[in-house]
Structure formats: C-alpha cells, structure tokens
C-alpha cells in the first residue's frame, strides 16, 4: 500500500542547532506540503512543492527550509532551531489540485 | 478575522448520541470541502470529501455543505467511543492547491 512516512518520530535538540525532518511518500504525488500543529492554531502551512524542483512558502515559512530533488521525498530544514519551533509536524501530499491530502503521523520536535 | 472558523471543544457526548460539527468560513470561492479525523498522536486521515452544496452520506456519517451560508456540517450517528478523536474541516479553492483548516474540535465519546 502506499504511504507517507515521517521520521524521526520524536526529536530533542538544543537552540541554535541545525534540524532535518524527512518526508517520504510512495503515492508518486506531485504535491507535498509541511504543516505544524500546535494548540489554539490547528494546522498551519510551512512550505509546499508542486514538482521537483518547485518549492514555495506557506503562512509561517521564516526559519524553515525545504528541497524538492525527486518526487518522493521533501525534508524541512530548521537552519537555526528556537524554541518558539517546538511543535509537531506533518507531512502530506496530494495527487493534484482539489484532490485530499494524505498525511504522515507527524515528528514530535523539542527544542530547549 | 479567520478565514475558517470551527468551535474548538472541547465537546462531550454519551455513547449513542447524534453529534454535530460544524465550520463557517468567510471566502466564498471555497468549492472543496473535507473533513479529516485525528487520533491522538497520529497524523489526520481523510474522512469526507465533498464539493457540491447538500448532503453526502458514507455509513454512520453525513456531510453537509451549505454555501449559499458558508456553513459546513458534520454529524455523526449513533456515536461510538472509537468516534473519539479531534475533527477538522478543510476547504479548498479551485485549482488552489492549497487546503486551510479550521482549528480543530476535540470529541469524546463516553460509554
């Protein structure tokens, strides 16, 4: 079956450090997007991809990075963690347009 | 002023009860409607699709999309306590690409 897979699970790291998520998903969609979760804001939009190559910000992009190499993988990058990035993390992706999202079970980031 | 609003709960039912979900939203060029259910410590998985007005039904389940409103509903039936998750509502413009969220709503079902 097909799948989107997040790793690692859970993550403790310490301010200023450099931080990778990986994203791996075998549906062969064109679409992939990063999301943090985090109470009293629900889901909110990081950066997203359309293709390989293509990456774009979404509404909370500053501090986050992310590349698009092939079609299965996107990883986040947190060039320099803060604290105010603690939060939980998914990954999904969708076929096309106004098709759903298929999500991973999210990476759990601690940063102290 | 968000663009989706949804109660966030916490919301507390008894087994067997009707339950309602609801979300309002502001854009009017919404056409893509979703509900997606959260267990605790997993990612949301698609629950309803729909992207006409009216109802759609799957099982114990019933979306409903009002726009001439910009109201969405959930109502769930005969409530098991496997019902108990965190509900969002999604919504897309066409050919957007994009999905925005509402915040979530907290449900418990007790037995």
């Known amino acids: 079956d097909a799948e989107i897979t997040q790793s690692p699970r859970h993550k403790i790291t310490e301010t200023g450090r450099q931080v990778t998520l990986a994203c791996h998903q075998t549906?062969?969609?064109?679409?992939m997007f990063w999301y943090r979760q985090d109470l009293g804001h629900g889901l909110r939009l990081i950066h997203y991809?359309?293709?390989?190559?293509?990456?774009n910000k979404g509404e909370v992009s500053d501090g986050y990075s992310v590349s698009r190499s092939n079609t299965e993988d996107l990883p986040l990058t947190l060039e320099s963690a803060a604290s105010s990035q603690t939060s939980v993390y998914f990954c999904?992706?969708?076929?096309?347009?106004?098709?759903?999202?298929?999500f991973g079970d999210g990476t759990r980031l601690s940063i102290l | 002023q968000k663009e989706v609003e949804q109660d966030p709960g916490p919301l507390s039912v008894p087994e067997g009860a009707i339950v309602s979900l609801n979300c309002t939203y502001s854009n009017s060029a919404f056409q893509y409607f979703m509900w997606y259910r959260q267990y605790s410590r997993k990612g949301p998985e698609l629950l309803m699709y729909t992207y006409s007005s009216g109802n759609k039904e799957d099982g114990r389940f019933t979306a409903q999309v009002d726009k001439s409103s910009k109201y969405i509903s959930l109502f769930i039936r005969d409530s098991q306590p496997s019902d108990s998750a965190t509900y969002l509502c999604a919504m897309e413009v066409q050919g957007a690409q994009k999905l925005v969220f509402g915040q979530g709503t907290r449900l418990t079902i007790n037995p």
């Open positions: 549906w062969n969609h064109n679409n």
């Open positions: 991809s359309y293709g390989v190559q293509d990456t």
């Open positions: 999904a992706s969708s076929e096309t347009s106004n098709q759903p999202q298929h």
